[in-house]
């Protein structure tokens, strides 16, 4: 089995020393960072997501997946920066203000991370005024709204209004979800894309970052 | 301070729906756990913002629901029911405006009561809003004073009884039910959790004392109910959720012990443990729920149920009505039925109630440890340990062998990959630390979210 087969295997297995320590060796052997995130880590990651989707396992071992995923991109960080490999894109992502729920955002969080974005985690109860400031200091490409309340909901069309009323909205797509939000909903505030779950959502936010 | 160290029910021949060995009297004299089934309905705001400018209209609505139901009632000849208004969370951080809903919905329910001559009794449960970067901490501070604030206002103002779906231990929780982590489970539920039941029922119960309200009880919906939802998207496996049901029971029987008498609120399927055990009345719900969530537990959930509840609903227009007056009818006419079976005897009430538990407990372990025989079983060997932790211990252990020996039997239907987590969650319990204090120590460096000061752990 080579290397890059033993990273995307150790990712899989949630191994995160055994991750590592591959990494460390197709470094060494001077395979190009490129084909360690792309054959390696995020091949295993892809791998786990589609057994995911199958319910052939649950978030938890996705969730390990990913904690070795990122121990061995760290392994990986300065040779990337070397070659210049970036992420596939950058998500600012949050739950809105007056919501305190983050599971749901944490779960959108790590389908992110396992597919190869950058996320910038702001946590939970996010002003609209917040995300503009993250927005700003961050530029990403994706700006990833979640809300759990029928009263909190209305929060992402505030954040909508408050990047357009900045300047930013066009540089960004936003992308909306939680319980009671639909497409319905996401068509009327002027969000870009509704995500039904986190897996959804990061095919979206794939789709989004191919054609930026 | 109350204790339990047994079961106060011994035979599965008392324990059914509609009867509590402690009823509850309300003030307009109806009995809850008396031998008749009520239905409580729960309700929430359609999709709006909550603020000061909006507050008029907020009342209005919640007007316009509660005299919804009340019509409904007396259409349907209900001869009593239970209102519970869930107050949002800025309705907490801002106390007036929970309490002013909480006068706005009792004075509907007293005029209409008074008209008809059924009996409407309101329950408020203040969100707990002790959550967030800016919580000072647990027992003190601008959230704590709001929650209290909250429920000292709503007793003054209409509520009859004062509920509550606790936090603590919670954002230790959201982690443990991610991972499927039992031992951060465990420490969540039995050591913070039951740490943050003490000191909140003492005083809630104080509140209810001075106010003569009624403290009635607290679920760990933030706990299992957040379990149940992603087991059953198929995130973690069920009988994880499972075993968190049975252990945050532990947590919620504390409410009890400080004096609260019930009924137990509904969306805490632990109720039916709380029930076993302090033999205080309980509201469930179950196929009611379906305005809320998808449920595993849809009949099995009412096998013991004092009040039968919808959890909540949005109010927004279907063809028969509003939703939460039709949510209503369907409670209603639930409560009917169950009620005309036990008028025919206590043999037929107890026919019913296995064909609910049989109905639904083959196909999920999380209907199964809410059969009645699997919870009084359960119940029994739980409280026998003296402590909170030993009793989670013992009762995820129990649940866990039961489940396996159900699966045995063919009596539950479990996957491959549920059975591989049953092993996994067995193995993970044998080898937890002996005392609470070594779990403790073991935890607070692993729980990135824990402020163990806001616990007063350090």
Redesign the interface.
Known sequence: MSNLQLISESVQKGRAKETVSYVSEAIKEGTSASDILNNGLLDGMSKLGIKFKN??????DV??AARALTKGLEELKPLMISEDIKPIGKVVLGTVK???H??GK??VKMMLIGNGFEVIDL???VSAESFVNAVKKNEPDIVALSAL???T???QGEIVKALTANGLREKVKVMVGGA?VTQA?CDEIGADAYAA?AATSAEIAKIFAIHK | MRTFNKTTYDSLEDFVYSKAKNPVILKNGMVIGGGMLYPEINFTLPTMTINKETMPQILEIYKEIATGICQRAHELYVPGFVAEIETLPPMTFNPQWGIDVCRTVADVLNEYSTKYGFMASLRITPNDIREGNDLEHMWHGSHWDSMLKTFEGCARNGADMLAIESVGGKEVHDEAVMFCDISKSIFALSVLGCKDMSKLWTEIVKVADSTGTIASGDTACGFANTAMVLADRNYIPKSFAAVVRVVSAIRSLIAIECGAKGPHKDCGYEGVYVKAISGIPISMEGKSSACAHLSPVGNVASCLADLWSNESIQHIKLLGGMAPTVCFEQLAYDCRLMNEASSKGNDKALFLRDCLADSDSIHDPQAYVLRPDVVLNISKQMIKEETYYDRAKRGALVTVNILRKAYDDKSLKLDDKELEWIDRIYDEIEDMPKTEQELTELMIPQCEKLSPEKYDLV
Do not use: A, C, K, R
């Open positions: 319910n052939e396992v649950y978030v938890p969730l390990v007056g919501d305190l983050d599971i944490n779960l946590g939970v109860d309340l029928t009263t909901m209305s929060q009671p909903f779950d």
